[in-house]
Protein backbone atom coordinates (compact mmCIF):
# COMPACT_ATOMS: atom_id res chain seq x y z
CA UNK A 1 0.00 0.00 0.00
CA UNK A 2 1.09 3.78 -0.26
CA UNK A 3 1.38 5.85 2.01
CA UNK A 4 -1.93 7.35 0.70
CA UNK A 5 -3.60 3.80 0.98
CA UNK A 6 -2.48 3.43 4.60
CA UNK A 7 -4.14 6.55 6.08
CA UNK A 8 -7.24 5.87 3.96
CA UNK A 9 -7.84 2.65 5.72
CA UNK A 10 -6.75 4.29 9.17
CA UNK A 11 -8.26 2.05 12.05
CA UNK A 12 -11.07 4.95 13.45
CA UNK A 13 -12.20 2.76 16.92
CA UNK A 14 -12.36 -0.35 17.63
CA UNK A 15 -13.65 -2.28 20.80
CA UNK A 16 -15.13 -5.48 21.21
CA UNK A 17 -18.66 -7.10 21.85
CA UNK A 18 -18.81 -9.61 24.48
CA UNK A 19 -20.86 -12.71 23.30
CA UNK A 20 -24.63 -12.33 24.03
CA UNK A 21 -24.19 -8.02 24.35
CA UNK A 22 -24.97 -5.02 21.93
CA UNK A 23 -23.59 -1.95 20.98
CA UNK A 24 -24.62 0.80 18.32
CA UNK A 25 -23.10 3.58 16.46
CA UNK A 26 -22.66 6.19 14.00
CA UNK A 27 -20.92 5.09 10.31
CA UNK A 28 -19.95 8.01 8.03
CA UNK A 29 -20.47 7.81 3.91
CA UNK A 30 -17.49 5.83 2.67
CA UNK A 31 -16.11 4.46 5.86
CA UNK A 32 -16.00 0.51 6.83
CA UNK A 33 -16.72 -1.39 9.04
CA UNK A 34 -15.10 -4.85 9.80
CA UNK A 35 -16.54 -7.44 12.15
CA UNK A 36 -14.16 -10.42 13.01
CA UNK A 37 -15.67 -14.14 14.52
CA UNK A 38 -13.63 -14.13 18.18
CA UNK A 39 -15.17 -17.41 18.49
CA UNK A 40 -16.68 -20.69 16.94
CA UNK A 41 -20.46 -19.89 15.48
CA UNK A 42 -19.80 -16.40 16.32
CA UNK A 43 -23.56 -14.37 15.61
CA UNK A 44 -23.76 -10.71 15.18
CA UNK A 45 -27.38 -9.25 14.76
CA UNK A 46 -27.16 -6.21 12.41
CA UNK A 47 -29.63 -3.26 11.73
CA UNK A 48 -28.53 -0.36 9.46
CA UNK A 49 -30.82 3.04 9.97
CA UNK A 50 -30.29 6.09 7.56
CA UNK A 51 -28.66 8.01 10.03
CA UNK A 52 -29.68 11.42 8.05
CA UNK A 53 -33.59 9.99 8.35
CA UNK A 54 -33.62 7.41 10.78
CA UNK A 55 -37.15 6.55 9.04
CA UNK A 56 -35.40 5.03 6.57
CA UNK A 57 -34.16 1.95 7.47
CA UNK A 58 -32.63 -1.71 6.00
CA UNK A 59 -35.01 -3.71 4.20
CA UNK A 60 -34.41 -7.45 4.14
CA UNK A 61 -37.23 -7.96 1.66
CA UNK A 62 -36.49 -5.21 -0.93
CA UNK A 63 -32.51 -6.36 -0.83
CA UNK A 64 -33.00 -10.18 -1.73
CA UNK A 65 -35.47 -9.77 -4.19
CA UNK A 66 -33.41 -7.13 -5.96
CA UNK A 67 -30.36 -9.51 -6.39
CA UNK A 68 -32.28 -12.66 -6.58
CA UNK A 69 -30.82 -14.32 -3.19
CA UNK A 70 -31.82 -16.36 -0.12
CA UNK A 71 -28.44 -15.43 1.82
CA UNK A 72 -25.90 -12.55 1.53
CA UNK A 73 -22.37 -12.38 0.51
CA UNK A 74 -19.69 -10.26 -0.74
CA UNK A 75 -20.84 -8.30 -3.72
CA UNK A 76 -24.42 -7.73 -2.42
CA UNK A 77 -25.65 -4.62 -1.95
CA UNK A 78 -27.50 -3.46 1.42
CA UNK A 79 -30.97 -1.86 0.18
CA UNK A 80 -33.40 0.64 2.43
CA UNK A 81 -36.90 0.76 1.92
CA UNK A 82 -36.42 3.61 -0.47
CA UNK A 83 -34.66 1.67 -2.89
CA UNK A 84 -31.43 3.19 -2.36
CA UNK A 85 -28.04 1.15 -0.96
CA UNK A 86 -27.02 1.90 2.68
CA UNK A 87 -24.10 -0.07 2.62
CA UNK A 88 -22.40 -3.00 0.06
CA UNK A 89 -20.98 -5.64 1.63
CA UNK A 90 -17.14 -5.20 0.04
CA UNK A 91 -15.21 -8.55 1.33
CA UNK A 92 -15.07 -11.43 3.53
CA UNK A 93 -13.48 -14.63 4.50
CA UNK A 94 -16.93 -16.83 5.43
CA UNK A 95 -19.72 -16.10 3.35
CA UNK A 96 -24.10 -17.35 3.09
CA UNK A 97 -24.57 -14.70 5.71
CA UNK A 98 -28.58 -15.54 7.07
CA UNK A 99 -30.98 -12.44 6.46
CA UNK A 100 -34.26 -14.69 6.80
CA UNK A 101 -34.45 -15.67 10.58
CA UNK A 102 -34.79 -13.13 12.40
CA UNK A 103 -33.11 -12.40 16.13
CA UNK A 104 -33.61 -14.50 19.04
CA UNK A 105 -36.18 -13.81 21.54
CA UNK A 106 -36.27 -13.71 25.48
CA UNK A 107 -38.52 -17.10 24.83
CA UNK A 108 -36.32 -18.64 22.19
CA UNK A 109 -33.03 -18.31 24.74
CA UNK A 110 -35.11 -19.78 28.10
CA UNK A 111 -36.06 -22.43 26.30
CA UNK A 112 -32.77 -23.44 24.59
CA UNK A 113 -30.37 -22.72 27.57
CA UNK A 114 -32.87 -21.97 30.54
CA UNK A 115 -33.64 -19.21 32.88
CA UNK A 116 -30.95 -17.12 34.01
CA UNK A 117 -31.40 -13.26 35.05
CA UNK A 118 -29.06 -10.49 36.14
CA UNK A 119 -30.30 -11.02 40.13
CA UNK A 120 -28.90 -14.50 39.61
CA UNK A 121 -26.24 -14.50 37.53
CA UNK A 122 -24.96 -10.62 37.29
CA UNK A 123 -23.24 -10.45 33.73
CA UNK A 124 -23.20 -14.29 33.13
CA UNK A 125 -27.22 -13.57 32.80
CA UNK A 126 -28.63 -15.56 29.53
CA UNK A 127 -29.16 -12.57 26.96
CA UNK A 128 -31.56 -12.23 23.84
CA UNK A 129 -30.81 -10.59 19.97
CA UNK A 130 -34.45 -9.19 20.83
CA UNK A 131 -33.82 -7.28 24.31
CA UNK A 132 -30.33 -6.36 23.21
CA UNK A 133 -31.66 -4.61 19.83
CA UNK A 134 -34.56 -3.15 21.71
CA UNK A 135 -31.98 -1.12 24.12
CA UNK A 136 -30.04 0.06 22.06
CA UNK A 137 -32.11 1.82 19.61
CA UNK A 138 -34.18 3.35 22.59
CA UNK A 139 -30.78 5.00 22.82
CA UNK A 140 -31.46 6.39 19.66
CA UNK A 141 -34.83 7.55 19.92
CA UNK A 142 -36.14 4.42 18.18
CA UNK A 143 -38.63 1.93 19.51
CA UNK A 144 -39.71 -1.48 18.85
CA UNK A 145 -42.15 -0.37 15.73
CA UNK A 146 -38.24 0.22 14.18
CA UNK A 147 -36.98 -3.36 14.93
CA UNK A 148 -36.97 -5.59 11.63
CA UNK A 149 -35.69 -8.65 10.79
CA UNK A 150 -31.40 -8.33 10.87
CA UNK A 151 -28.65 -9.47 8.68
CA UNK A 152 -26.86 -12.63 11.03
CA UNK A 153 -23.30 -12.20 9.83
CA UNK A 154 -21.09 -15.45 10.36
CA UNK A 155 -24.58 -17.34 10.76
CA UNK A 156 -26.16 -20.08 7.70
CA UNK A 157 -28.31 -22.08 7.35
CA UNK A 158 -28.89 -25.62 5.17
CA UNK A 159 -32.30 -26.42 3.76
CA UNK A 160 -33.07 -30.35 4.46
CA UNK A 161 -35.06 -32.29 1.22
CA UNK A 162 -38.01 -31.45 2.52
CA UNK A 163 -37.50 -27.74 3.24
CA UNK A 164 -36.22 -28.15 6.85
CA UNK A 165 -34.46 -24.73 8.20
CA UNK A 166 -31.13 -25.53 10.31
CA UNK A 167 -28.31 -23.55 11.60
CA UNK A 168 -25.16 -25.41 9.92
CA UNK A 169 -22.67 -25.79 12.75
CA UNK A 170 -18.90 -24.87 12.30
CA UNK A 171 -19.48 -22.42 10.18
CA UNK A 172 -17.76 -19.43 11.37
CA UNK A 173 -14.15 -19.62 13.11
CA UNK A 174 -11.91 -17.38 15.12
CA UNK A 175 -11.03 -15.00 12.92
CA UNK A 176 -13.61 -14.87 10.30
CA UNK A 177 -15.19 -11.61 9.14
CA UNK A 178 -16.74 -9.70 7.10
CA UNK A 179 -16.74 -5.80 6.10
CA UNK A 180 -19.02 -3.42 5.07
CA UNK A 181 -18.31 -0.02 2.97
CA UNK A 182 -21.18 2.56 3.97
CA UNK A 183 -22.72 4.48 0.98
CA UNK A 184 -25.00 6.70 3.36
CA UNK A 185 -24.21 7.92 6.92
CA UNK A 186 -25.50 5.08 9.21
CA UNK A 187 -26.69 4.22 11.96
CA UNK A 188 -25.62 0.46 13.04
CA UNK A 189 -27.02 -1.41 15.62
CA UNK A 190 -25.41 -4.51 16.86
CA UNK A 191 -26.35 -8.02 18.68
CA UNK A 192 -23.80 -10.81 19.76
CA UNK A 193 -26.75 -12.86 21.71
CA UNK A 194 -26.78 -16.58 19.91
CA UNK A 195 -29.01 -17.12 16.54
CA UNK A 196 -33.06 -18.15 17.50
CA UNK A 197 -31.82 -21.75 15.73
CA UNK A 198 -28.71 -22.27 17.61
CA UNK A 199 -27.75 -25.90 18.25
CA UNK A 200 -25.78 -25.35 21.38
CA UNK A 201 -26.68 -26.61 24.68
CA UNK A 202 -24.08 -24.25 26.94
CA UNK A 203 -25.34 -20.39 26.71
CA UNK A 204 -21.86 -19.16 25.67
CA UNK A 205 -22.20 -16.92 22.82
CA UNK A 206 -19.00 -15.72 21.03
CA UNK A 207 -17.33 -12.28 21.32
CA UNK A 208 -17.02 -9.80 18.22
CA UNK A 209 -14.62 -7.11 17.41
CA UNK A 210 -15.88 -4.26 15.91
CA UNK A 211 -12.92 -1.78 13.67
CA UNK A 212 -14.25 0.90 11.51
CA UNK A 213 -12.10 2.58 9.47
CA UNK A 214 -11.91 6.22 7.35
CA UNK A 215 -11.97 4.51 3.84
CA UNK A 216 -14.10 1.13 3.20
CA UNK A 217 -13.32 -1.25 0.45
CA UNK A 218 -13.80 -0.37 -3.13
CA UNK A 219 -17.53 -1.16 -4.22
CA UNK A 220 -17.36 -0.94 -7.72
CA UNK A 221 -17.95 -5.12 -8.09
CA UNK A 222 -21.10 -4.43 -5.77
CA UNK A 223 -22.78 -1.54 -8.07
CA UNK A 224 -22.17 -3.54 -11.07
CA UNK A 225 -23.46 -6.94 -9.47
CA UNK A 226 -26.91 -6.33 -11.44
CA UNK A 227 -29.23 -4.11 -12.89
CA UNK A 228 -31.10 -3.34 -9.98
CA UNK A 229 -28.00 -2.45 -7.65
CA UNK A 230 -27.02 -0.18 -10.64
CA UNK A 231 -30.38 1.51 -10.08
CA UNK A 232 -29.93 1.44 -6.30
CA UNK A 233 -26.67 2.80 -6.35
CA UNK A 234 -27.91 6.07 -8.62
CA UNK A 235 -31.03 6.76 -7.02
CA UNK A 236 -27.92 6.96 -3.41
CA UNK A 237 -25.87 8.90 -5.22
CA UNK A 238 -28.97 11.09 -6.58
CA UNK A 239 -30.30 11.77 -2.92
CA UNK A 240 -26.59 12.77 -2.42
CA UNK A 241 -26.22 14.97 -4.78
CA UNK A 242 -23.61 13.11 -6.76
Not at 186 to 208: E, G, K, N
Not at 219 to 242: P, T, V
Amino acid sequence: MTDSEIKERAVLWEDRIPGGCHASFRLGRGQGLRLTALGADANASVLLFHDDDRSERYNMADTLKAQHTATLCAGHALMSDMGRVLAALSAESVSDHDPLCGVASRADIERQFGVKGFGQARNAMHRNGQDGLLVELAKWGLGREDLVAPINFFSALSIGDEGQVALRTGHARPGDFVELTAVLNLLCVISTAPHPLTRQTVYAPADVHVATYAKGVRIDACAKFCAENGRAFANSYRYLGE
